[in-house]
C-alpha cells in the first residue's frame, strides 16, 4: 500500500478510500485490504493499512470494537463515525471539484494536441 502520494491522485488518496469502504458496511482490516484493490491499490501492505485505520480511529473518524468470529479467533471490527461521513462527505466534493478541473484540463491538452497534428500534417511533418 502506497505511503506516499501517487502521480494522478489526490493526496492522501488512500485514507477517503478506507472512509468510503466503511460507509458501505463495518469490517475487518482483513476485508478492507481485499477490497481496497477496487481503487487501484496492488501494493497489498496490511501494515500500512492498519497504520492508517488508528490514525483515523485517533481522528475520531472511525470506531473499532473486537468482535468474536466463527471462523478463528476475535476479528477488530471498524466502523465509520458520524464524524468520518461528514469528512468523507468533504473530501468526495472536493475530488468532485477537482475531477472538473483536471476534465477541463484535459480537453483543452486534446484539442492542443489535435491542431498541432494538423499543423504538422499540414506543414509535411
Same mark, same amino acid.
Given at each position: 500500500?502506497?505511503?506516499?502520494?501517487?502521480?494522478?491522485? !489526490?493526496?492522501?488518496?488512500?485514507? !477517503?478510500?478506507?472512509?468510503?469502504?466503511?460507509?458501505?458496511? !463495518?469490517?475487518?482490516?482483513?476485508?478492507?485490504?481485499?477490497?481496497?484493490?477496487?481503487?487501484?491499490?496492488?501494493?497489498?501492505?496490511?501494515?500500512?493499512?492498519?497504520?492508517?485505520?488508528?490514525?483515523?480511529?485517533?481522528?475520531?473518524?472511525?470506531?473499532?470494537?473486537?468482535?468474536?468470529?466463527?471462523?478463528? !479467533?476475535?476479528?477488530?471490527?471498524?466502523?465509520?463515525?458520524?464524524?468520518?461521513?461528514?469528512?468523507?462527505?468533504?473530501?468526495?466534493?472536493?475530488?468532485?471539484?477537482?475531477?472538473?478541473?483536471?476534465?477541463?484540463?484535459?480537453?483543452?491538452?486534446?484539442?492542443?494536441?489535435?491542431?498541432?497534428?494538423?499543423?504538422?500534417?499540414?506543414?509535411?511533418?
Amino acid at each position: 500500500m502506497p505511503h506516499h502520494d501517487t502521480p494522478g491522485l !489526490p493526496r492522501d488518496f488512500l485514507s !477517503p478510500c478506507v472512509l468510503l469502504l466503511l460507509r458501505e458496511r !463495518p469490517t475487518y482490516g482483513y476485508d478492507l485490504l481485499e477490497r481496497i484493490a477496487e481503487f487501484g491499490f496492488d501494493d497489498t501492505d496490511p501494515g500500512g493499512l492498519y497504520r492508517i485505520l488508528r490514525k483515523l480511529e485517533t481522528q475520531g473518524l472511525v470506531h473499532s470494537a473486537w468482535q468474536e468470529s466463527s471462523q478463528g !479467533p476475535q476479528r477488530r471490527t471498524y466502523e465509520l463515525t458520524a464524524h468520518g461521513v461528514e469528512i468523507l462527505t468533504e473530501r468526495a466534493r472536493e475530488f468532485a471539484a477537482g475531477e472538473r478541473r483536471v476534465d477541463a484540463f484535459l480537453s483543452r491538452y486534446v484539442e492542443v494536441a489535435r491542431s498541432a497534428r494538423t499543423a504538422s500534417t499540414v506543414a509535411g511533418i
